[in-house]
């Protein structure tokens, strides 16, 4: 079976943009919950998505949002990029609890 | 004071020998503890997935969790160069929330042939 995709793989832009990263999950799963990974905070939780809804939502700002799907597939958008939101974004599916993660988007922003 | 403490080491052992990760935690509503694997640019990998208090074991990795002392471990027997890794805790309250994993920082391990 097929793991979770993720692309772009890589990203550069530049303060003030928007980008939008994609998330196809493990077939079947319904859940994809999105996660911000940088050296100095972590691996941090921003966002749940369950059957198209939002199911959960961790403690980042507004800019920060997403969707999902009628098949899953999952978008998160970033609006005026800051510096700070430079990088790896990850996403996981799960089918009853186990989560299972994405290779990431590097996300660079200059 | 977050909610998922973990040493981030280094911690550099040399083959074959018993690996010790540990997480503590302060939130009395977790109920599933996992660990993952990451590899240096790499997305994280599940290794373990527990429910409440007790034991798991797979292979070379034994899962414990003390709920009443809110630490958990992850034990690797016989460690390979292969182990060499970060090794994440990641925690849930379950129920409506069961997506919305807390981590802890990670803790860097390194084993030498």
Known sequence: ?110 | QKEVEQDPGPLSVPEGAIVSLNCTYSNSAFQYFMWYRQYSRKGPELLMYTYSSGNKEDGRFTAQVDKSSKYISLFIRDSQPSDSATYLCAMSEGGSTLGRLYFGRGTQLTVWP
């Open chain 1, 1 to 110: 079976k097929a793991g979770v995709t993720q692309t772009p793989r890589y990203l550069i832009k530049t303060r003030g943009q928007q980008v939008t990263l994609s998330c196809s999950p493990i077939s079947g799963h319904r859940s994809v919950s999105w996660y911000q990974q940088t050296p100095g905070q972590g691996l941090q939780f921003l966002f749940e998505y369950f059957s198209e809804t939002q199911r959960n939502k961790g403690n980042f700002p507004g800019r920060f949002s997403g969707r999902q799907f009628s098949n899953s597939r999952s978008e998160m958008n970033v609006s005026t990029l800051e510096l700070g939101d430079s990088a790896l974004y990850l996403c996981a599916s799960s089918l009853s609890g186990e989560q299972y993660f994405g290779p990431g988007t590097r996300l660079t922003v200059t």
